[in-house]
Every structure is written in structure tokens, then in C-alpha cells.
């Protein structure tokens, strides 16, 4: 009884537990930020988690990252989340613009946007299509949840044809794919997830930070308050009932050494821009994400089923950004000296000599 | 289609033997899009060349080609270069208009017209001058297509020869004007002298204007305020433009992409500024909040339309506390308005834009020059009081050309406001982002991208306080607010000072902006044919300075000079002065979408006076 050795004498003191740290020294609690004021349950907390998970294990500098909003919950969620990065909560469904300029002002931030269904499908779908069409290097998340919530739960444009609010009223008009749109419009990184899939977004999103243009998720995320309920198609219950993932994702980082092998004849393998590899084992066999018209094609193919579609749709890590085509200069324009942006008397003293 | 204001005149007058010299206004009647436009340049040019001081300009509808344009260039030896009502000689080269512009023409005028419209039929107190252009294109040489074009520089000849212009300046002109194509500059050059020997051995001059040599030119240059702006702000440093097309601010931000990628390229052929072409007006700007924010200069440029699209974005900006420099060149409105004409009319609207208590800091630059100079006021301000700049400018300044003395390269260091960097936080330790560290209520802040655990602050359009954190606490807002307020007073020390003219006189003019040429001009008017002595001061900026309160209780009466039906500026100023000095005030508003001139103040001003 008393004799029997045991692996850990109780009178050896245990170290106290080193913090985990990422690659650039950093822990989980600095990609941290500030409590949230959204509904217990609400799927944007959940994807405010996987930003933070996923930014800390790409060992992300959170100063290097500027986070942009527009207005409704969804926008409300950068404040509860990596308070070490600027961030700019703008005006309703004009984020893409404020985002653009602050990526043309520093073309070294790593932007991310974090937006609504009525953010951007409504009052934003202006500023969303050229967004897409620019390919701006931004990762553009839509917390998508069919409905306004800070508005206390009107139809959005992604509410699903008959899906009804709470009252009882149905929708009769058609959803906007925010995925076909940006694939059409020329985003090159586009997918959807469930907030309630930790691992599929947490993947996705860790590929997306190693993207070189515009990543467009559209993140469903149910409204635990006013777009829940039986009769709703952006409800837990209804997701985890009709998600139908395209593909098994697993992403292995740069900084990270390759020794997982996989079946070249299931699994798709995509370089990203800065080296890391994007695995995407194939549910569906002739499915080739590469293909824009396969990709919308599928998509349109998913609501006649009534599906919901998740996984990476569309990739194209061959595509110049809106940054790579200005032919911008390395340093950031913000903080050029004025030797370089200023020039010369000789330089004024020609320009008056033409005019004379 | 009116080009005038002046009422038709049906009377007979006599054509006087008097020899007028370097003091006429020429109209060209021309149709839109048949290439009138270089050769008035080369007409308005060749005048200039000869020293005489002038001004052009372009009275066009709003489309491409088919409709009736009007050019009129000024040449004034006492260096008045507003409009002038009463056109001395009409070139009449639109079958269209003809009859109408020959009818608005006071008595004694000329009328150099096309052959074939018979104009000396329409009135006989006209002097009447015709040229057969087609039979005269024709012997030029040119292929059928281009003969329009070249009609066209056949009127620049003969009414050269007409007012004795130096042929040798219009020859130096074509070739300015088509320095980059040689061919045409010869053919232009044949079409000139056409025109100049046909009036030369058929035309008996019988008008008494006359060009001579002077020297009231050497060393100016010819510019249009947008061209003069987009300079501007290229030496001011501007890093980010973002822009929607709209009359008539788009020339600014092409001529500024011309002289960008001339002279901010840097030599490892990467450029030193970005410019997009944005989907709209929101988006535009909302691009210049977003660059600005995270530190770059930027701008865009609009009208009046995009303005009031503008409108939320820039409530953004004034409450979160990001630069922003906006050209408004103004045009008519309200709505579409007349796209293509001038105005002073967003004075009001852009003062106060946006929801909300707000006060945006304007620019009025009056000048080619002051479009160049301000360009840097503008910036400098915007990022020294974290709040949007506007500069007004308009259609007349913007897009018409203008003479000026050569831009002095700028004489102060260009100032990026309170800034602070990683090395900054290093040494202080942290920041709060609203708070009145200096007492002129103006924040610290720092930059997306700073290298500091502390550098970062949450930008947000909704209630915050002095750490930005979200609040809705009354008194955070409260106190939030009228610290904005107190940059906005002292803003009124750093903005540039009205410009006054006079000393002692009981009769005070303000006005602002292109309605300048026009009071200085009527101010001699008033004092040489109505004995009435009047100070005048310019104002300059929005918020006033105290040089605008010190004028207005100085004088008995001050007329306030302006180009909108509403009188905005007084508006604006009777907000600012102490109560019991507005009825000093008094408008004289100019409202038809031509540039404002001389006469039709002195006479408006007389009448108020009762004399």
C-alpha cells in the first residue's frame, strides 16, 4: 500500500506552468480584447474567439494588424478582440472604402474587416463589389446571421426565401450568395463557414492571414435572440442540421516544418503566398476550387438542394492585389519625409517655364 | 440657350470713330467639340504674348459635342480680368445661336461671322465682318474631315489682323499648342494665315478695338485654378488621392495624376502616392478617412453633388478626429443644377455638413495662385486639427484660365500635426487618444502600424471618450464635444487672414473667392463714375479670423458680395458677429451661373445706396 512507487512523489513541487507562447513570444491574452456586450450564445463571440486563436498561432504582430468595421452587432466585435491593433469602427456598410484608403495609406498593415449581412449586402453593396473587384489585401468576414439584430431582428438580404421572423412573417424575396457575388466580382479567396464549426473556421481563417488579396468569408452565425427559432434558416439547430462541408480542411503555416503526407488523388494542395500550405481533402471529388465556374455553378447547385454549403469555394493565389497593381513603393505612403513627397524648386521652376 | 445676361437689344446706335486700345471682350460662338477650344487658346495666347493683361473664359453646355459653346476672352490694359457683360466683338461661327448672339450685342459692336449666315441682315447698328471659311479651309489643304477643325483657326487670323495682333505671336502660339504634333501645328498655322490674309486684302477695318504691344505679361503664366491645385497639393506633400469624375472637379485630379507620375515616381520606378478612381463619392472619401487615418495625406475633389453624398462621411471625420482635404469646385445647384456653370452656392451646406453639431474649417482661394498655396494651407490644417479641410473653389477658378504670376516654391516645412511614433511612446508610455494635453484642444495620436503594445486606440463614430472607449456617459459626450469645438476656435489663428483693401472708408465690401476680380474692378467703377469710396476685405477662411469682426464693426454699411440666391456668406458671418452688427449687413447675391461682374455690383450697390 503505502510503498508503492508512484511517478509524482507529492513532495517534489510543481513549476509554475510556463505560459504558452507563439512563435513571436506573444500569448493567447495579448490577442485579446475587451469584454463583449453581444448576447450570451451569440455566434459573433465564437468568431471573435477563432480571429484570436488563429492570429496567435500564425504568430501575427497585432500592431501590424488594423481592424475595420461598419455598423450593426457584427461591427461591434473587433472592439472584444485584439485590443493591441488599431481598429475603426466607420460608418453603415462603407467599411471597404475606410479599409482601402488605410491599406493605400500602409500597404504593411494586415487588414481585417469585420462586417455584417445588412453591413454589406444592403446598404453596403455598393462599396462590397468594388471591394471584391479591387482584390485589396484585407480578410472581409461577414457575420451573417439572416437578420438585424441591433435593430431587434428585421429580414436581412441573406434571409432565406420562406425562412420567417419570429413573428410569424415570411420573407419572400430571394437570398444574395455574398460567395457567388464575390467570386464573380474577383475576390480570390473566397469560402463560408458556421461559426459553430470551430475547426473548419479556425483553419480557414489561418489560411486566410497567409493570403495575398481578398479573402471573402461569409461566417453564419446565428442571432441566439431574434433569428433562432424554428421556422428561421440561420438557426443552430437548422445549420447544424443542412452544413454540407465541400472539404476537409487542414493548413499547415510557413514557419512550420511539412511532414504530414497526404493522398495526392483526395486532397488538393494550394501554395499560399507567403509558403504555407492549404490542404483541402475532397468531399467532392471532381470538385476543383480553382475553377471560378465550377465554384458558382456548385453554389447555385447548393440552394436548389437547400444545403448550406460551406468550405473553400474559389482560390487564386496567382492574382496581383490592388496594392501589387498600384506599383506603390515598399514604405508606407503614410510615412514618407517630405524630401520624397515634396519636390524639388527645380521640378516647380519647369512646371512655371511650360506655362509661360 | 442665353449667354449672357444682358437683355437683346433692338436699338440703333451709332458707330463711333474712337480707337480703343488693349480694353475689349471678345466672344467666340462655336459649337461643342469642334476643337474651338485651341484655338481660342491660341487667340487668347497671341494677346497675351503681345503683353497685354487678359482673362478667358469657357461658357459650355453640359455634353460632349452638337451644342452651342461660348468663349470670351478679356484683354484689359488696367489688368481687370472679371467678366465683362458687354461683348465688343462677336465671332460668330454657330449657324445655331448666330441670330440670338448677334441680338444681345450692344450697339456699335462687331460681328465677325461664316459668310453663308448672312448676319448683317439681322441689325444695321453692328459693324459686320464675313469670312467665307469653307471656300478658305478648302485652299488650306486639308482633307475633308479636318476642314471643321481648321475653320476654326481661320477666324484666329482674321481677327488677328482685325486688332493689329502681331502675326509672328499667333504663329508662337500654334506652336505651343501643338507642340506635340507637328503636322497639325503646320496645318493649324496655314489655316491662321488663310484667315489672316483673306481680312488683310477684303476686310476694312471699321471697329476701333486694338491690340498693342504692352508690357503688362513678362514672366506670367497661363493656368486653370484645378491644373494650379493639383500642383498645389503635389508639393504639399499629398500621398493618397481618391476621386469620383464630376464636373467640374475632374480636371484636378487627371492633371494631378499627369504631374504624379512625371515627378513622384521614385528612381526605382515605384511611385511615392496612390490614386483610385473610386465608386462613388462615399467611397471616395471614405478612402481619404481611412488613408488619412492611418497617416497619409489625402484628398479628393467634387462638386457639389459628391459634397452633399459626403456629407455622413464627413461627420465621421470631424468626430473621430481624422484629417481630410476636400476640393469643392463648386457649380449650380441645388440638385444636378447646371453642371457647367459657376457658383458660390455650398457655402452654407459644407460649412456645417453632416448630422449633428458640426463646423468644418473652409479654404476660399480666389486665384490660380491661392489654389496653389492653400493646397498646402488645406493639408497642414486638416492635419494639424484632425478634421476635414475644405477648399472652395469653383467652376470659373477651376476650369477657366487664368494669368498669374509664377507659384513661389513653398517657404514652410510641411506639418504632419501631433503625431506620436513608437520612439514617442517609448519615452511617455502610453496616451490618451481625446484628451487636451496642450490646452487647444487638440489630441495626440498615433498610427496603425506603430511597433507599440500601448500605440493602439479603437477609432469609432460612436459616443467615446478621451481614451476612445465606448461611452454614453452624458457628461463624456458633453465634454467630448466642446473640446472639438475649442479646436475649432483655435483654428481661427492658424487659418490664412482675410485680405483688405482701403483704409477709411464708411462703405465696407466683403466677398470671397472669384467674386474678387469683380469688386476690384467696381470699386474703381464706384469711386471714378460714383464718387464712392469703399473698403474691401477678402475673407480667406471659414472659421473668421479678427480682422473679419475688427471690418465689420469699422463700417456703417458692408455689402456682402457673393455668387448664391440665399447671401450664405452673410448668413455665415451674421452667426459669428455680435448681434447688434448684423444689420450692417447686406447681400448682393449673383446667381445665373456666369461669372459675377463688375458693373452688375456697382450698379447693385449704388441702388442700395440711394444714389
Known amino acids: ?356 | 440657350m442665353a449667354t449672357t445676361d444682358i437683355v437683346p437689344q433692338e436699338l440703333s446706335g451709332q458707330v463711333g470713330q474712337r480707337r480703343v486700345i488693349n480694353d475689349m471682350s471678345i466672344q467666340v460662338a462655336t459649337v461643342n467639340g469642334s476643337g474651338s477650344q485651341s484655338s481660342n487658346t491660341v487667340l487668347m495666347r497671341s494677346i497675351f504674348q503681345m503683353g497685354v493683361p487678359i482673362s478667358g473664359k469657357n461658357l459650355f453646355p453640359s455634353n460632349i459635342a452638337g451644342l452651342p459653346t461660348w468663349f470670351t476672352i478679356r484683354a484689359s490694359k488696367d489688368g481687370y480680368i472679371a467678366r465683362k457683360k458687354e461683348i465688343d466683338l462677336l465671332i460668330a461661327m454657330n449657324a445655331e445661336t448666330a441670330q440670338d448672339d448677334v441680338k444681345t450685342l450692344g450697339a456699335g459692336a462687331s460681328v465677325l461671322y461664316d459668310e453663308p449666315l448672312a448676319l448683317d441682315k439681322v441689325r444695321d447698328d453692328l459693324i459686320y465682318y464675313a469670312v467665307p471659311y469653307d471656300k478658305l479651309a478648302a485652299t488650306v489643304g486639308a482633307e475633308a474631315k479636318l476642314r471643321k477643325l481648321i475653320k476654326n483657326m481661320i477666324y484666329v487670323g482674321a481677327a488677328a489682323q482685325l486688332l493689329e495682333i502681331d502675326f509672328a505671336e499667333v504663329e508662337k502660339a500654334i506652336r505651343k499648342q501643338f507642340a506635340k504634333k507637328a503636322k497639325a501645328a503646320t496645318l493649324n498655322l496655314a489655316a491662321a494665315k488663310a484667315g489672316h490674309d483673306y481680312a488683310a486684302a477684303n476686310l476694312k477695318k471699321r471697329d476701333p478695338f486694338y491690340i498693342q504691344r504692352m508690357d503688362k505679361t513678362k514672366g506670367k503664366i497661363i493656368i486653370d485654378g484645378n491644373s494650379a491645385a493639383a500642383m498645389g497639393c503635389m508639393f504639399a506633400g499629398c500621398t493618397v488621392v481618391t476621386w469620383y469624375p464630376i464636373t467640374p472637379s475632374s480636371s484636378l485630379v487627371e492633371t494631378m495624376i499627369e504631374y504624379m507620375k512625371e515627378y513622384r515616381v521614385g528612381p526605382d520606378g515605384k511611385a511615392t502616392f496612390a490614386i483610385v478612381q473610386a465608386e462613388d463619392e462615399l467611397a471616395a472619401v471614405g478612402m481619404v478617412i481611412g488613408a488619412a487615418w492611418a497617416g497619409a495625406r489625402s484628398m479628393t475633389a467634387t462638386a457639389g453633388p459628391g459634397i452633399s453624398l459626403m456629407a455622413e462621411f464627413t461627420g465621421l471625420a470631424y468626430y473621430v478626429e481624422v484629417p481630410a482635404v476636400i476640393w469643392n469646385i463648386q457649380r449650380v445647384g441645388p440638385s444636378t443644377g447646371l453642371p457647367t456653370r459657376t457658383a458660390q452656392g455650398d457655402v452654407l451646406s459644407t460649412a456645417f455638413l453632416s448630422h449633428g453639431d458640426t463646423k468644418n474649417i473652409m479654404l476660399f482661394p480666389n486665384s490660380v495662385s491661392e489654389c496653389f498655396t492653400m493646397a498646402q494651407d488645406a493639408f497642414d490644417l486638416a492635419e494639424r486639427f484632425q478634421t476635414p479641410v475644405f477648399v472652395m473653389s469653383d467652376l470659373d477658378l477651376g476650369m477657366n484660365n487664368w494669368m498669374s504670376d509664377p507659384f513661389p516654391y513653398p517657404d514652410k516645412p510641411i506639418n504632419r500635426g501631433k503625431v506620436l511614433t513608437k520612439a514617442d511612446l517609448e519615452k511617455v508610455g502610453g496616451f490618451a487618444r481625446y484628451k487636451d494635453v496642450d490646452g487647444d484642444g487638440v489630441g495626440y495620436r498615433t498610427l496603425p502600424g506603430t511597433d507599440h503594445p500601448a500605440a493602439a486606440y479603437f477609432a469609432r463614430g460612436s459616443g467615446h471618450n478621451e481614451k476612445a472607449q465606448y461611452s454614453e456617459r452624458p457628461d463624456d459626450f458633453e465634454r467630448n464635444m466642446e473640446r472639438i469645438n475649442k479646436k475649432f476656435e483655435t483654428a481661427r489663428s492658424f487659418v490664412p487672414r482675410p485680405e483688405l483693401m482701403g483704409g477709411n472708408a464708411k462703405i465696407g465690401i466683403i466677398a470671397y473667392g472669384t467674386s474678387h476680380w469683380a469688386i476690384v474692378e467696381s470699386r474703381d467703377q464706384l469711386s471714378k463714375e460714383h464718387k464712392l469710396e469703399t473698403d474691401y476685405l477678402r475673407v480667406r477662411s471659414y472659421p473668421f479670423t479678427r480682422e473679419v469682426h475688427d471690418f465689420i464693426e469699422r463700417h456703417e454699411r458692408v455689402y456682402v458680395v457673393e455668387q448664391n440666391r440665399d447671401g450664405q456668406m452673410a448668413s455665415l458671418l451674421k452667426l459669428d458677429i455680435k448681434p447688434g452688427l448684423t444689420p450692417r449687413l447686406r447681400s448682393i447675391c449673383h446667381i445665373h451661373g456666369l461669372p459675377i461682374d463688375a458693373h452688375s455690383v456697382t450698379d447693385e450697390l449704388v441702388m442700395m445706396e440711394g444714389k
Open chain 1, 1 to 356: 500500500m503505502g510503498n508503492t512507487p508512484t511517478n509524482t512523489p507529492a513532495t517534489t513541487p510543481t513549476p509554475p506552468a510556463t505560459p504558452k507562447i507563439n512563435r513571436i513570444g506573444l500569448q493567447v491574452v495579448d490577442y485579446r480584447g475587451g469584454k463583449t456586450t453581444l448576447c450570451a450564445g451569440c455566434g459573433h463571440n465564437a468568431i471573435s474567439e477563432r480571429i484570436i486563436d488563429a492570429m496567435y498561432e500564425m504568430g501575427v504582430q497585432p500592431e501590424r494588424v488594423a481592424k475595420f468595421s461598419g455598423i450593426g452587432c457584427s461591427s461591434k466585435s473587433p472592439a472584444y478582440f485584439m485590443n493591441r491593433s488599431h481598429s475603426f469602427n466607420s460608418v453603415h456598410g462603407r467599411m471597404p472604402s475606410v479599409a482601402t484608403g488605410a491599406i493605400l495609406a500602409n500597404r504593411n498593415l494586415i487588414a481585417l474587416g469585420v462586417t455584417g449581412d445588412g453591413d454589406t449586402v444592403s446598404i453596403g453593396a455598393g462599396q462590397f463589389v468594388h471591394l471584391m473587384r479591387r482584390n485589396l489585401p484585407i480578410i472581409y468576414i461577414i457575420e451573417d446571421n439572416g437578420c438585424y439584430g441591433l435593430t431587434k431582428g428585421q429580414f436581412s438580404a441573406t434571409a432565406d426565401l420562406g425562412s420567417t421572423l419570429k413573428s410569424g412573417v415570411v420573407n419572400d424575396l430571394p437570398p444574395v450568395d455574398t460567395c457567388a457575388m464575390a467570386i464573380q466580382l474577383g475576390a480570390t479567396f473566397v469560402g463560408r463557414s458556421f461559426s459553430g464549426d470551430k475547426r473548419q473556421l479556425h483553419t480557414m481563417l489561418k489560411a486566410a492571414i497567409a493570403h495575398n488579396g481578398t479573402v471573402m468569408l461569409d461566417v453564419v452565425s446565428p442571432c441566439v435572440t431574434f433569428n433562432d427559432h424554428e421556422g428561421s434558416t440561420k438557426s443552430y439547430k437548422y445549420m447544424q442540421a443542412h452544413d454540407e462541408p465541400l472539404q476537409e480542411i487542414s493548413f499547415v503555416p510557413s514557419f512550420e516544418e511539412i511532414n504530414v503526407d497526404y493522398d495526392h488523388g483526395t486532397t488538393l494542395e494550394v501554395t499560399m503566398h507567403d509558403g504555407s500550405s492549404l490542404r483541402l481533402r475532397k468531399l467532392e471529388q471532381e470538385y476543383d476550387p480553382t475553377d471560378k465556374i465550377q465554384a458558382v455553378t456548385r453554389l447555385m447547385e447548393s440552394h436548389a438542394k437547400g444545403e448550406v454549403l460551406t468550405g473553400v469555394f474559389y482560390i487564386n493565389e496567382k492574382a496581383p492585389s490592388f496594392i501589387d497593381m498600384l506599383n506603390v513603393t515598399d514604405e508606407p505612403l503614410a510615412t514618407l519625409p517630405e524630401s520624397v513627397t515634396r519636390p524639388s524648386r527645380e521640378v516647380l521652376a519647369k512646371c512655371m517655364e511650360e506655362l509661360q
